[in-house]
């Protein structure tokens, strides 16, 4: 296992869609909370990982509108914390644990977006990652199958 909490080998495997782009989020979520620990705000490590990843030339956007569409008419936006690349988002809490309610969150900013990937960094006591995969050819869908978790 790598310093960053990685294990290289897991990493290997092809089957991760932006596997090198989520690797290097992780280690910059890593390196955040490394050095600053639990207990802050969302707002505090939001900022905290946009520096840490703009440092690895890594572009990306934070708080991003992501429109909600219904019949042809926008009807509202979400607020995706980071979109990096234009390919995953990355959506960030700061709380004891991850709950189904923070998946529901993420799985809703894919849905409503062209993007596939996303990200949950939870800085809580305990660091904790969760990856979501929502394919753009099973959204128009919706089953519930289309959503995986790697």
Known sequence: MSKSGLDDQEWDSEQYKHQELT?????????VYNELGHGFLESIYERAITIALRAHGIALQQQLPLPVWFRGERIGDFRADLVIANAVIVEIKACRLLESCHEAQLLN???????????????GPKPQIKRLVFANEKKKNLCPSALTCV
């Open 23 to 31: 690797r290097a989020i992780i280690a910059s979520f890593y390196d």
């Open 109 to 123: 900013y894919l849905r409503s977006s062209d993007i596939e990937v996303g990200l949950l960094l939870n800085f």
